[in-house]
Each structure stands twice: as C-alpha cells, then as structure tokens.
C-alpha cells in the first residue's frame, strides 16, 4: 500500500504587481512512496522541494493533478489527513518568548488533548527530544540545534504514521547533524514511520534515505536508490594514483580517460570503465618509468551525481 501517490502535480505561483509575475514551482510531478519507508526529497534551492512538502501535507493546494495520501485525497479529505500525519521544517519559527514545554502543549492544545493527557504527551516528547533540561528556556534563547529538535518533537506531538521532514538538518554542525538523522532513522525502526524528508545534502539523503527523487525547476529528473542513480548518470569511475614523478601529462590524454585532476598529491582520473582501464594506465605508466605508489578506485559519489545533474 502506498503512502503517497502523487500524479501530475503542477503548482504556479503568482507574485508581484496584479500577480503577473509567475513562477511555475511544479510542472507536473508524479510521485510514488511506499508504506514504511524513508524517501527523499532532493535538489537545488528554488527546486520545488518545499512547495510539494506542503502539497502533500494539505498546506498547499495544487492547481493541477491528484495527490492521495494514505488513501484519502489531499484537497477533499484534508481535515481527515491531518490528524495522520504532521510536519516539522528547519525552517520552523515558533513564538519568542515562549518556552520549550509551553510550545509543545500549545500544539498538544490544538490537537484537542488537555488535562493530564496533555501533561503527559508534553513529558513524552520532550524526552523524545532530549529537551527536558532546556524545558523553560524561551525559544529565542535555543541554539539553532535545540531549535530543530523541538521543531521534530512537536511535529510527532499527533503520533502521525507518516511524517514530513523539510530541511530537518538545515544549519546544523556536522556532528548534530549525524544524531538528528539516527534520530530520524530510529522513529522509522521503533515506530514504523514512514518519512519523506527534503534535503539538499546529497549525504544525508545517501545515508538515510531508501529512495531518493531528483527534483530541479519542478520536475523530477532522476529517482532510484543510491545506487541506482549512479548508475543512471554514467559519469564514470575514479582512479586515484600517486605517481613519482607527480605529473604526467600524457594521462589525460590516454584512450578512456574522460577528465584528469590533482588534488591531495594524487591524480585524480575520471574513466569511462574502472575494470578495463585500470591495467592499461598501469602498463602504459611502466612502461614511460613513471613510478605508481599508491592506487585507488571507487565509484564516484552521489555528491558528484548532484552536481551532474544540477547543471
Ligand atoms: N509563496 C510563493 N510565492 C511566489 N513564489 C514562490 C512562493 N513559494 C515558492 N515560490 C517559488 O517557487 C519555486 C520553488 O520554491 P520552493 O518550493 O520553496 O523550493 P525549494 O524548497 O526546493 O528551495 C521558487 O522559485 C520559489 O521562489
Ligand atoms: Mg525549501
């Protein structure tokens, strides 16, 4: 069963002086995204990604297309869906002078608990957050880290089975980062969650993600798994040599070599088949006296597959 079953969603916006200005944010996006999984949003700023975000969470309407989110329809079940599912954005703003635990029971509020029930969902998630020793100090006061904690414990405060992610890593430090997405991986595996977060950190959505869409100018270009991706956008693999004398001009030129770079004392050679051209560089470098220290190989990264495909 899936969680979502996007077709054909167009969004347009109109801005400016009499709304004449307009920006086509979605131009027809289909999208499918099985129950239990962790499936990502990605691509450049401007992409689209917030914009279908909000489609699929009802903050939105689309102008064109059909969106069925757990079997009910986005624009005529909306009220019925909301109570299913939530959204946290790491670009969320809550009011200043608040503090922790009053933001996240006003929330609880709007979702109609109260009394005891209220104080208890309260506790639940701030522990979920690990936000208990900041409980009183006032949002304007968090770190931007505490900021996108809080903003996913109020985003789980309805218990929803599938939960929108926009940015949730937006301006954190590396290492924050890394416990935000085992987090986010660990409401999958104990909750049985199905998320679809955007993102664009091509890592993030390598390490997290089971499924990733490539979303540019409001259109999906690619989507697979890792794996899958890179192998769609053949941009060849790498062959990292460190070589005594360190440049040899020839290389770049050598059959199969698509691309030649220095970095890090080694050169850096970007070939169409890693297996078959590996030997041949490695004789013909012999063969000119050139000494080869060390070798590596690998696949490119899904970082240099964004770049590819942002172009
Ligand atoms: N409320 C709005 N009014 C006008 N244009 C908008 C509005 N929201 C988004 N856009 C435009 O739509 C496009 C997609 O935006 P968005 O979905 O926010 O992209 P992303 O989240 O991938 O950065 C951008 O060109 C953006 O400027
Ligand atoms: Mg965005």
């Not at 040899?248 to 030129?253: C, E, G, T």
């Not at 070939?271 to 696949?299: C, F, I, T």
Request: charged share 25%; hydrophobic share 45%; net charge positive.
């Amino acid at each position: 069963m899936l969680a979502i079953d996007a077709r054909d969603v167009v969004k347009t916006f109109h801005s400016g002086l009499l709304g004449r200005r307009r920006t086509a944010a979605l131009r027809g996006v289909s999208l499918a995204v099985p129950r239990g999984a962790i499936f990502g949003v990605l691509g450049p700023n401007g992409a689209g990604k917030t914009t279908l975000l909000s489609i699929f969470a009802t903050l939105l309407t689309p102008d064109g297309g059909t969106v069925t989110i757990l079997g009910h329809d986005v624009v005529r079940e909306a009220g019925l869906l909301r109570r299913r599912i939530n959204l946290a954005s790491g670009n969320a703003s809550f009011l200043w002078n608040l503090r922790v635990a009053e933001i996240l029971a006003f929330y609880g509020r709007l979702y109609g608990l109260h009394g005891a029930t209220l104080r208890r969902r309260v506790e639940q998630l701030l522990e979920v957050g690990e936000l208990g020793p900041h409980r009183r100090v006032p949002y304007n006061e968090l770190s931007t880290g505490l900021k996108q904690r809080l903003s996913l414990a109020k985003s789980l405060v309805n218990d929803p089975e599938l939960l929108f992610l926009d940015e949730p890593t937006l301006g954190l430090d590396p290492d924050i980062s890394v416990r935000m997405r085992s987090h986010i991986a660990s409401l999958r595996r104990e909750r049985g969650m199905t998320i679809v977060l955007t993102t664009h950190y091509m890592r993030e959505a390598e390490e997290l993600c089971d499924e990733i869409a490539f979303i540019k100018a409001g259109l999906i270009l690619a989507r697979g798994t890792s794996g899958d991706l890179k192998r769609q956008i053949r941009i060849g693999d790498v062959i990292a040599l460190r070589l005594d004398p360190p440049h040899v001009p020839w290389l770049s030129q050598a059959p199969g070599v698509l691309r030649c770079a220095v970095a890090d004392g080694r050169v850096h050679c970007t070939v169409d088949e890693a297996d078959k051209r590996l030997p041949e560089l490695l004789r013909a470098l012999h063969s000119e006296g050139v000494m080869v220290r060390d070798v590596q190989v690998r696949e490119p990264d899904l970082e240099q597959v964004f770049v590819e495909l942002a172009r």
